[in-house]
């Protein structure tokens, strides 16, 4: 984990490509479709809802004339930047699986 490159010619991708291009992800080298593995995405995504909840508890009460409002946007912003933060120096890499084939309709 934590390595960010080519799982099949090992070649190092950009940190700002694989947040920028987390599902669409293609080696400069070998050209396969890769992806963010599984624990990548959970990891980013646990940090993100503690950031998000860290940001909620601390900014509420904070403000009197919208009372929901700043905990709400500190939350979103909180998550969001925690799990691209997070994902920027924690991720991993793994071959894109093929999609299943199309059974073929039998004719009549």
Not at 12 to 39: A, W
Not at 65 to 80: D, F, T
Request: with cysteine.
């Amino acid at each position: 984990m934590w390595n960010r490159a080519c799982p099949l010619c090992f070649a190092k991708m950009p940190r700002s490509l694989v947040l920028t291009r987390g599902e669409d992800l293609v080696c400069p080298s070998c050209h396969t479709p890769l992806e963010l593995s599984r624990p990548s995405r959970i990891l980013g995504a646990v940090a993100g809802m503690l950031a998000g909840l860290l940001a909620l508890q601390s900014l509420s009460g904070i403000s009197e004339a919208l009372p929901w409002a700043i905990p709400v946007v500190g939350a979103v912003v909180g998550y969001g930047a925690a799990s691209a933060l997070l994902l920027f120096f924690v991720a991993d890499l793994v071959v894109q699986p093929k999609p299943p084939d199309s059974h073929p309709v039998a004719k009549k």
